[in-house]
C-alpha cells in the first residue's frame, strides 16, 4: 500500500490535535508515515503509533528549529524523492501551507489548501474546500506530481488506530538558502487554560458590543470549555490579541458551536466563522447582519444575556 | 532601496463571488474588482520604507487581466511611483504556482535580476491562500520573512515579528529578502487629491509571457497542477429563531443549546 507523510505539527513533542486528525485521514489514503522534525519525538511516538503511524521518521535538526520554513520544506522534499509517497498532509497554518508551498514547488507537485475533507475518489485523491467566505464548496484534485494536501484542524472526528510506530532516523544537509530566515526568538503564548481557538468544539467571540469588557464572554466560554474569539474590531481597539481574532484576516474557525456576542456580522467577520455548523448570537441590534446566519438569536444585551445563560449552564451541569 | 510591491486584483468580497460554468475557474469578469485588501498594507509599508529613507522607488507589480490595472491605479494614487502589469491571455486559470513563476520571472525582469525587497500582502483575499509569498521566495532564493505584523531595517537586515497560532517569534534575515505583512502592520493611506492626479502620469509597463520569456505551455488552466473537479453554492441557511431578551433571554440561549446537547 502506498506509503503518506504527515507533517507532525507539535512543540517540543507535545502534539497538536490537528497531527492526530491528519493521521486519520491519510488511513483513507495509504499507510500513514509520521515525519517528526525537531526534538521530542520519544514523547510523541506513542501518540502517533496510536492514531496509525506505521513508521515515524525521526529528523532531529537543530536548524530546523531555528530557520523559517524552508528546511521543513527542504527535508519533505527530500523524503519524497526517497519514498515517493501516494500524499503528503500538512495543517493548514500559516507555516504549513508555506512549508507545503516550497514543497509544491521543489517536488513539481499539485498543493491543495484549507481542505475540509480528504478521501480516495475513483480517480485519485479528492478534497473538499469551503470557500468565498463560506459561500461555495469546492471539489478538486491534484493531476501532477505527488499530492499536496494542507488541511484545516477540526475537520474530521479522531479515530485512534494502533500501529506500530516504528521510529526510523532520517538526515538532510540543509542548503544555504534554507537557512536565510533566523527565528532569533520565540515568545510563546499565555496559557489560558482554554482550547485553542482552531481546534476547539465550541467558540464564543466577542465584538464591539463589549465596550472592552469581555468579562461576560470569557465566563459563558468558560462555562461551555470553549475557546474565546473577537471580532477584527474589538482587536484593532486593543481589547484582545490578534491571535484571537475570527475573520478573514484573522483565523477562519469551523467548530459545532458558534456564539458571537456584540458582533455586527460584517462579511469581514463571516469569513472567519460561516461554515460553524450551530450559530448563535447576541445583540442589541436586530437588524444586526449576523442574525441573518444564526441558528438561533437573542436580541438584547450582551451583559443580561449572556451572565443568565452562564448562570444556566452552570446550573444544568451541576 | 528599490522595493518590488506585488498585488493583486480580486472579486470584491461585498459582491456576489462565484465561478464560470464553462471552465470552473473563478469568475473575475463578471463582477466588480478591486486592489485586494490585504495589499493595500503591502503598498503602505513599502512607501514608508523609501520616506524614511528618504530615498528609492516602489514598483508595484501585478498579473491579471485588463481590469487588474486597477490594482496598480490605486497603488499610484498612494504613492507608488511605476506600475508593472504582466497581462496575457495564456495566463487564464493559472494556479498558485504558475502565477509565482510569472511573479517571480517579472520581478526578475522589473528589477534586472535582483531586487532590494519585495513586499507582498500576506495573501489574496480571493484564494485565501497564503502561499504566493512563500512560492515567491523559493523561486527567487531569496530570504523568506513573511507575515510581518512589526517590521524594521537594520544595516542590511530587515527584523520582523510574526504571530503564529502558539508563539511570537522574532525572524531576521538579510537583505535582498522577501517580505510578506499582515493587517497589523499599519493603517494604509486614503490616496490624496494630488495623489490620485499624480498617479495619471506615472509610468505602466505592459508586458506579456514573451517578454518575460515564459513558455506558455508552463501556464494557464491546463497547465494546473490542480484541478476544480466541481464547485456548488452552499443551501442558504434555514432561517433561525430570534428571540427578544425581557429578562429570560440568557435562559433561552441555554434551553437552545440544552436542546442541540450542548450542555
Redesign the interface.
Known amino acids: 500500500m502506498a506509503e503518506v507523510l504527515v507533517l507532525v505539527d507539535h512543540?517540543d513533542g507535545r502534539l497538536?490535535k490537528a497531527t492526530a486528525e491528519l493521521l486519520t485521514i491519510a488511513r483513507r489514503l495509504g499507510e500513514p508515515s509520521a515525519v517528526h522534525i525537531g526534538v521530542g519525538a520519544e514523547k510523541a511516538q506513542v501518540t502517533l503509533a496510536k492514531y496509525g503511524a506505521h513508521k515515524v521518521y525521526v529528523v532531529d535538526d537543530a536548524d530546523a528549529a531555528t530557520y523559517?520554513?524552508?528546511p521543513q520544506?527542504e527535508i519533505l522534499a527530500a523524503l519524497v524523492a526517497k519514498v515517493s509517497p501516494a500524499a503528503v498532509l500538512i495543517s493548514s497554518?500559516?507555516?504549513g501551507?508555506?512549508v507545503?508551498?516550497?514543497l509544491?514547488?521543489?517536488t513539481?507537485?499539485?498543493?491543495?489548501?484549507?481542505a475540509v475533507d480528504v478521501r480516495a475518489g475513483d480517480n485519485g485523491i479528492?478534497t473538499t474546500q469551503?470557500?468565498?467566505?463560506?459561500?461555495?464548496?469546492?471539489?478538486?484534485?491534484?493531476?501532477?506530481?505527488t499530492s499536496i494536501i494542507a488541511v484545516k484542524p477540526n475537520s474530521v472526528p479522531l479515530e485512534a488506530s494502533p500501529e506500530a510506530g516504528v521510529v526510523e532516523a532520517f538526515e538532510v544537509t540543509l542548503s544555504d538558502?534554507a537557512r536565510?530566515?533566523?527565528?532569533?526568538?520565540?515568545?510563546?503564548?499565555k496559557a489560558t487554560g482554554r482550547p485553542?481557538?482552531?481546534e476547539a468544539a465550541?467558540v464564543v467571540s466577542g465584538g464591539r458590543g463589549t465596550g472592552g469588557d469581555f468579562s461576560p464572554v470569557e465566563e459563558f466560554a468558560d462555562s461551555?470549555g470553549a475557546a474565546v474569539g473577537a471580532s477584527r474590531a474589538a482587536v484593532d481597539a486593543g481589547w484582545y490579541p490578534?491571535?484571537n481574532q475570527v475573520g478573514?484576516?484573522g483565523k477562519?474557525v469551523s467548530p459545532?458551536?458558534y456564539v458571537a456576542a456584540g458582533i455586527s456580522g460584517a462579511?469581514?467577520h463571516r469569513?472567519g466563522m460561516q461554515t460553524s455548523k450551530?450559530?448563535?448570537a447576541?445583540n442589541k441590534d436586530?437588524e444586526a447582519p449576523i442574525?441573518e446566519?444564526?441558528?438561533?438569536?437573542?436580541?438584547?444585551?450582551l451583559f443580561?444575556?449572556?451572565?443568565?445563560?452562564?448562570?444556566?449552564?452552570k446550573k444544568?451541569?451541576g | 532601496m528599490n522595493i518590488v510591491v506585488c498585488v493583486k486584483y480580486v472579486p470584491d468580497?461585498?459582491s456576489e463571488?462565484?465561478?464560470r460554468d464553462s471552465d470552473r475557474t473563478v469568475d473575475r469578469e463578471g463582477v466588480d474588482g478591486l486592489l485586494s485588501e490585504?495589499d493595500e498594507y503591502a503598498v503602505e509599508e513599502a512607501l514608508k520604507i523609501v520616506e524614511a529613507a528618504g530615498e528609492g522607488e516602489v514598483t508595484v507589480l501585478t498579473v491579471g487581466p485588463d481590469a487588474a490595472a486597477d490594482a496598480i491605479k490605486k497603488a499610484l494614487q498612494m504613492g507608488a511611483h511605476a506600475g508593472v502589469h504582466v497581462n496575457d491571455a495564456a495566463i487564464h486559470g493559472s494556479?498558485?504556482?504558475a502565477t509565482?513563476l510569472v511573479l517571480a520571472e517579472a520581478v526578475k525582469k522589473a528589477t534586472g535580476g535582483t531586487p532590494d525587497l519585495v513586499i507582498t500582502g500576506?495573501s489574496s483575499?480571493?484564494g485565501?491562500?497564503?502561499?504566493?509569498?512563500?512560492?515567491l521566495?523559493?523561486?527567487l532564493?531569496?530570504?523568506?520573512?513573511?507575515?510581518a505584523?512589526e517590521l524594521t531595517l537594520g544595516d542590511g537586515t530587515v527584523?520582523i515579528r510574526?504571530?503564529?497560532?502558539?508563539?511570537?517569534?522574532?525572524?531576521?534575515?538579510?537583505l535582498p529578502?522577501l517580505v510578506s505583512v499582515?493587517?497589523?502592520i499599519n493603517e494604509p493611506r486614503y490616496p490624496s487629491f494630488k495623489g490620485i492626479m499624480a498617479a495619471k502620469k506615472k509610468p505602466v509597463e505592459q508586458w506579456g509571457l514573451a517578454d518575460l520569456g515564459v513558455d506558455p505551455s508552463l501556464v494557464g488552466l491546463d497547465a494546473?497542477?490542480?484541478?476544480?473537479?466541481?464547485?456548488?453554492?452552499?443551501p442558504p441557511?434555514?432561517k433561525?429563531?430570534?428571540?427578544?431578551?425581557e429578562?429570560?433571554?440568557?435562559?433561552?440561549?441555554?434551553?437552545?443549546?440544552?436542546g442541540?446537547k450542548?450542555?
Not at chain 2, 532564493?141 to 507575515?147: D, F, K
Open positions: 512543540t497538536r523559517l520554513v524552508a520544506a497554518n500559516a507555516t501551507k508555506e507545503a508551498a516550497r509544491a514547488i521543489k513539481g507537485s499539485g498543493l491543495i489548501t484549507d479528492e469551503s470557500v468565498f467566505a463560506g459561500s461555495y464548496t469546492v471539489t478538486a484534485t491534484v493531476t501532477t506530481g538558502t536565510a530566515a533566523r527565528i532569533t526568538d520565540s515568545q510563546p503564548k485553542e481557538l482552531t465550541i461551555l490578534h491571535s478573514q484576516t477562519q459545532q458551536l462579511i469581514q469569513a450551530t450559530i448563535v447576541v436586530q442574525f446566519l444564526v441558528d438561533f438569536g437573542v436580541v438584547g444585551d443580561s444575556v449572556l451572565p443568565q445563560a452562564t448562570a444556566e449552564v444544568r451541569k | 468580497a461585498q463571488r462565484t465561478f490585504l494556479d498558485a504556482v509565482s500576506m483575499t480571493d485565501v491562500m497564503g502561499v504566493v509569498p512563500a512560492m521566495a523559493e523561486r532564493g531569496l530570504p523568506q520573512v513573511t507575515y505584523s527584523t510574526r504571530d503564529g497560532d502558539t508563539a511570537s517569534e522574532t525572524i531576521e534575515a538579510r529578502a499582515t493587517d497589523q494546473a497542477w490542480t484541478s476544480v473537479v466541481a464547485f456548488a453554492k452552499r441557511r434555514d433561525g429563531q430570534i428571540v427578544s431578551d429578562g429570560d433571554g440568557g435562559t433561552k440561549l441555554a434551553e437552545f443549546l440544552a442541540r450542548f450542555i
